[in-house]
C-alpha cells in the first residue's frame, strides 16, 4: 500500500512539473497557434474564383473571399497548382498564398493539396505570421471549389 501510494506520488508531481507553463520561452517567443480557414468559391469567366471564408482558431472571422489559382501540367494527369487566395474580414484582410499539386487533371473533379503561407494582412492581421496546408476540391461539373487551410498563426 505504502508502495503505490509512493507511485501515485511520483507519478502526480512528475505531471504537475511538466504542466508549468515556460514563462522564459513563452515571453521571447510568442507561441504559434492553430487557425482553420474552409471557403468556398465559385469559378468565374476570368479563370478567378469567388465566394466566401471562416475562420476559427487563432483568427476568428468572416467574409468575402477571392483565389486566383494556377496550374501547369506537370504530368498527363497531375499539374502544379499555385496562387493566392485573399480574404476580407471583418478584423482585416489577410492574403495568402498557395503551392502544391492538383489531379487528376481532366477530371471532372480534382484535389488541391499543398503548403500555404500567409503574404500580408491589414488590420488587426497586419503584423500576422503564418504557414500551413491546403486542400482542396474542385468542382468542374459545378463550377465549385472548396477547401481549407490549417496553419499556425502568430501575431
Avoid: C, K, N
Avoid at 508549468?20 to 515571453?27: I, K, L, V, W, Y
Avoid at 510568442?30 to 479563370?47: K, M, S
Amino acid at each position: 500500500m505504502i508502495r503505490r501510494t509512493l507511485i501515485g506520488a511520483v507519478v502526480a508531481t512528475a505531471l504537475i512539473a511538466t504542466a508549468q507553463p515556460t514563462t522564459a520561452a513563452s515571453s521571447t517567443h510568442p507561441p504559434r497557434t492553430e487557425v482553420v480557414i474552409t471557403f468556398d468559391l465559385a469559378f468565374q469567366p476570368d479563370g478567378t474564383a469567388a465566394g466566401h471564408f471562416a475562420a476559427a482558431g487563432a483568427v476568428s472571422d468572416a467574409g468575402p473571399a477571392e483565389a486566383t489559382p494556377r496550374v501547369e501540367p506537370l504530368h498527363r494527369t497531375v499539374g502544379r497548382l499555385t496562387g493566392d487566395l485573399v480574404l476580407h474580414g471583418h478584423a482585416g484582410q489577410m492574403t495568402w498564398s498557395f503551392s502544391g499539386i492538383t489531379y487528376p487533371l481532366g477530371a471532372p473533379r480534382a484535389i488541391g493539396r499543398g503548403s500555404a503561407r500567409l503574404e500580408s494582412g491589414t488590420g488587426e492581421y497586419s503584423r500576422g505570421e503564418g504557414h500551413g496546408h491546403f486542400l482542396t476540391v474542385a468542382d468542374f461539373v459545378s463550377g465549385d471549389v472548396s477547401g481549407s487551410i490549417q496553419a499556425s498563426f502568430e501575431r
